[in-house]
């Protein structure tokens, strides 16, 4: 798997968790929980592609990590405009940025396999 | 005659054993180690001052056509792949024997490699074993005498696959290769003496793709298929190999610890008795193996669901216990938000 | 006969485990000269060591053996299908061993009785030098002591070729080699050799490769004519020398 399919998915599955857990930070978010999760997903998608893609260019875990945080944080940063929850969403999604930025770089690009896959 | 002493007659057994090197650019230096089928000696390559292997083997009688051996060892010395080593001259010495110069490698015997190394090392040499023995299944060579004592393994752990004295060559292509003219890089092969220059490939008995009578068994127990112990030479095809790549695959999983199943159900595959339930070319082996070292199912396998579960665990080990971390560290932040 | 009845260049080729079986008693006898000469010494200590005769009792036995063999066909009835000859050999000196035992309990032999001029001191100081085997089974001992016995003829076979050719330069730095050099404290070296002898170093190598090749040609000669048949030639051949000597041009024909 290449290291921007592999960003985008765990920055996917972190963004789909990252909405979810508002339910338990901010449980009067609760009727709006589809779009939260659709949109936290959404950004995590994009912040994973591209650390993922920064991760290939730049063989320097420090820098990947710094990366992340830095897209995590500003991606995070959009979303609290407008809303009174500016730590709640600007940290965990600072984090998010800062684990895919760890992982991205600590993945290793394996050439496909043939046939059979799970 | 006052007899003579045992270190005298041990001594004298093996001077009286060492080859009629006269004529050849070689000289001996010392014996490196003695087979069923011949004995390597270092020996120095006056012409060029560079150490080489030398093997020396017996040529059998009815060795055939000579000019087809010295064809099929021209196939050999042109497998140029850093798996193989590479044959520099051949050729038949003043006594009868056949020998031919290799280059000199240095390293360990698969064997004693496999004694230390772990086992994820041991598999990727496995995969550069197979390698090589796929390349030269591409060149239409087969080579019938894969054992850990033909595998050495550099101090890079560079694998290199020896003796190629027993392997068959696909007979079109022993007929491709005779037209095609020597190249500089053959050094000496067929040229200068080639009249007393010959194969020694084929050396002990077998020839191009049906050299080998019927009935004549070569190789080693243990590390041959059940159609090659029986000696049924035109049943050999590269499936052989496979079945020996099993068994070395097989050496190399031995442990204190029973194998990982899907290993030993790639091992069963290669193995099986009859060659059309085995990898039908060493290429797909090898991607078996591949598939298990990338954490991927194996075709040889057919895995529990929890196998499979305990696979997808394995594999995505890193993002699994990062996304536990960040759960957990989510459960922490909102605790101390919230205070 | 003289215990060097082996001294001679062998007359031919041919196997005098199969010449003991010829129809001219000349070649027979012949045959069977060549074979004491090349089993007596282990023959000899076998019984010394194995069946633990003493010394005088033993040389007494090693003459009956073969002179009872010689009377009786032993060696004609030799089937190369069955066994190797120095199989059968030590198997017949067994048997023969254990009912000269019962006979000796019965009736002191008379002794003494020598026909064979064989050179038992000799065989004596090989066995205090060199030992008994106690480590070694019967037949590996006997096997050990027929090789031992083997590459003596051969030695004294090159001896003689090099004095024959006029090639006394190449056997002394044989013996100094490969027959003194693994006994002594310190094996001379080639250049050390070349000195000795006024030679190049070159030359020492050259000259110790020509005649380890003509030492192999003895062997194999010798071998040959001890075997009796080919298949049993070509084993002992290979294992003795780590060779198969049917193609070698030095070997028989």
């Not at chain 3, 001679?8 to 045959?31: K, M, N, Y």
């Not at chain 3, 000796?104 to 038992?120: E, I, M, T, V, Y």
């Not at chain 3, 030679?199 to 010798?222: D, M």
Request: neutral net charge; proline residues 6%; charged residues 25%.
């Amino acid at each position: 798997m290449n290291k921007p399919l592999f960003g985008l998915i765990l920055g996917g599955i972190l963004g789909v968790f990252d909405g979810l857990t508002a339910l338990l930070s901010a449980p009067e978010t609760r009727t709006q929980i589809a779009s939260i999760v659709v949109g936290s997903t959404f950004k995590g998608l994009v912040a994973g592609l591209l650390i993922g893609f920064f991760a290939r260019k730049v063989k320097s875990l420090p820098l990947c990590i710094l990366f992340g945080l830095a897209v995590g944080a500003l991606f995070a940063y959009f979303v609290t405009l407008g809303t009174p929850y500016f730590w709640k969403i600007i940290l965990p999604g600072s984090v998010v940025g800062i684990i895919v930025g760890y992982a991205t770089q600590k993945h290793q690009e394996t050439p496909a396999v043939q046939k059979t896959a799970t | 005659m006052n007899g003579i002493s045992d270190a005298a007659l041990h001594h004298l057994r093996e001077v009286a054993d060492e080859p009629d090197l006269s004529g050849t650019p070689y000289e001996i230096v010392e014996t490196l180690g003695r087979g069923g089928m011949g004995t390597v000696y270092l020996a120095r390559d006056l012409r060029l001052d560079r150490e080489v292997a030398l093997k020396v083997v017996q040529l059998p009688e009815g060795t055939g056509d000579l000019e087809r051996l010295l064809r099929e060892a021209r196939v050999l010395a042109r497998l140029e792949h850093p798996g193989i080593v590479p044959v520099h001259d051949a050729g038949l010495l003043p006594c009868g024997r056949a020998f031919y110069a290799m280059k000199r490698v240095r390293g360990q015997q698969l064997d004693e490699y496999a004694r230390a190394a772990p086992l994820p090392e041991r598999l990727r040499a496995f995969e550069r074993i197979c390698e090589a023995v796929a390349f030269a299944h591409a060149h239409g060579v087969i080579h019938r005498d894969l054992k850990p004592e033909n595998v050495m393994v550099g101090p890079f752990g560079e694998v290199l696959v020896m003796d190629w004295g027993v392997a068959k060559v696909a007979p079109h292509l022993v007929g491709a290769f005779c037209c095609s003219p020597s190249s500089p890089g053959d050094e000496g092969l067929g040229r200068g003496r080639s009249a007393a220059k010959l194969a020694l490939m084929g050396a002990r008995g077998e020839g191009s793709g049906g050299g080998t009578e019927a009935g004549t068994i070569l190789g080693t127990p243990g590390y041959m298929p059940p159609e090659q112990e029986r000696g049924e030479v035109d049943r050999i095809d590269e499936r052989a190999d496979v079945w020996a790549l099993g068994a070395l695959l097989g050496f190399l999983l031995k442990g204190k610890e029973p194998p990982p199943r899907p290993l030993e159900a790639i091992r069963r595959r290669a193995m099986a008795t009859e060659p059309a339930q085995r990898y039908p070319q060493v290429e797909e082996l090898a991607a078996d193996l591949s598939r298990y070292l990338a954490g991927l199912r194996v075709d040889a396998h057919q895995e529990t669901v929890l196998e499979r579960a305990g696979r997808f665990v394995r594999r995505y080990r890193t993002p699994i216990l990062l996304i536990l971390a960040y759960l957990v560290m989510r459960v922490l932040l909102i605790f101390f938000l919230d205070r | 006969m003289d215990s060097r009845a082996g001294d001679r260049f062998p007359l031919t080729r041919r196997s005098v485990v199969e010449a003991t079986r010829d129809a001219d008693p000349d070649v027979r006898r012949q045959g069977w000269e060549s074979l004491v000469a090349s089993y007596w010494r282990p023959v000899y200590k076998v019984l010394r060591v194995r069946w633990r005769l003493d010394r005088e009792d033993a040389e007494d036995l090693t003459q009956e053996f073969f002179a009872s063999a010689l009377v009786k066909g032993t060696f004609e009835r030799y089937d190369p299908g069955k066994a190797r000859f120095r199989t059968y050999l030590r198997t017949c000196l067994d048997g023969f061993a254990a009912n000269e035992r019962k006979a000796a309990r019965r009736l002191k032999r008379g002794g003494g009785q020598s026909f064979l001029s064989l050179d038992f001191a000799g065989a004596e100081e090989e066995l205090r030098r060199y030992g008994a085997g106690e480590e070694l089974d019967v037949e590996e001992y006997f096997h050990r002591e027929w090789v031992r016995a083997l590459f003596g003829l051969a030695v004294e076979d090159l001896r003689r070729w090099s004095e024959a050719t006029g090639k006394a330069v190449h056997f002394h730095l044989f013996e100094r080699y490969d027959l003194e050099g693994p006994d002594a404290p310190e094996r001379p070296t080639y250049a050390e050799l070349a000195a000795e002898t006024g030679l190049p170093a070159t030359q020492v190598t050259n000259y110790l490769a020509a005649v380890r090749r003509e030492l192999r040609r003895l062997v194999l000669e010798r071998l040959r004519e001890l075997t009796g048949s080919e298949r049993e030639f070509r084993d002992e051949a290979r294992l003795i020398l780590g060779i198969d000597p049917v193609k070698s041009p030095g070997g028989p024909k």
